[in-house]
């Protein structure tokens, strides 16, 4: 299946500061890519969709001023989580679709994980 | 709105015995079904999908699943388990507007040796 990577996979900061999460389709075009968060023994939350080009949608009570999402390019969206905080410590999985077919599946990458002091 | 269930917080089953993970769903129009499997500290791995046709789905590891459009139901299943299955494993859904997919909870598999 196609390959979808996420750097840094781990990352640890301090709080206030800003962190940039990559997600990359390596094999593929990702005309939609979507950023999702994980807590711990918890399903996946949607936090936003991205279309090649355009501004993200943001789900309801995700705070699109702290949670910038680029989407610049077929292979790449990033995910900056701004002026970070303790409660935003959690594991960010993105993930890609390959065209705008809705019945594709869509391919995940292996998540990072974001702790903040 | 779309919904996901998994009924089962976790599922324990003897290696070599079948296995059933539950799923149900709940969406507007035809559904496009997805099981996933996640290792610890992993992302996500594609297991099988069902989007139209035979209701019964093959998909990776020997897993399938049965589309039962009556009782909106999308079980994952395997006829004998291994100790390698051992995982979380999530059903997932998406309406025919091509919206993300919706998750449920997950369900943790066990598989005992």
């Known amino acids: 299946g196609a390959v979808v990577s996420q750097h840094p996979s781990w990352v640890i900061c301090k709080s206030g500061t800003s962190v940039k999460i990559e997600c990359r389709s390596l094999?593929?075009?990702?005309?939609?890519m979507f950023w999702y968060r994980q807590f711990p023994k918890q399903s996946l939350m949607l936090m936003a969709t991205?279309?090649?080009?355009?501004?993200?949608?943001?789900e309801q009570g995700v705070e699109k001023d702290k949670f910038l999402i680029n989407h610049a390019s077929l292979t790449l969206s990033t995910l900056t989580v701004t002026s970070a905080h303790p409660e935003d410590s959690s594991f960010y999985i993105c993930?890609?679709?390959?065209?705008?077919?809705?019945?594709?599946?869509?391919?995940f990458g292996p998540g990072t994980r974001l702790t903040v002091l | 709105a779309q919904s996901v269930a998994q009924p089962e917080d976790q599922v324990n089953v003897a290696e070599g015995n079948p296995l059933t993970v539950k799923c149900t769903y709940s969406v507007s129009g035809n559904p496009y079904l997805f099981w996933y499997v996640q290792y610890p500290n992993r992302g996500l791995q594609f297991l099988l999908k069902?989007?139209?046709?035979?209701?019964l789905v093959k998909g990776s590891y020997g897993f399938e699943a049965e589309f039962n459009k009556s009782q909106t139901s999308f079980h994952l299943k395997k006829p004998s388990a291994l100790v390698s299955d051992s995982a979380l494993y999530f059903c997932a859904v998406r309406d025919q507007a091509g919206t993300a997919l919706i998750f449920g909870k997950g369900t943790t598999l066990s598989v005992s040796s």
């Open positions: 991205s279309n090649e080009g355009s501004k993200a949608t943001y």
């Open positions: 094999d593929f075009q990702a005309t939609t």
């Open positions: 069902y989007i139209t046709g035979d209701n």
């Open positions: 993930s890609a679709r390959e065209g705008g077919v809705s019945w594709n599946e869509q391919f």
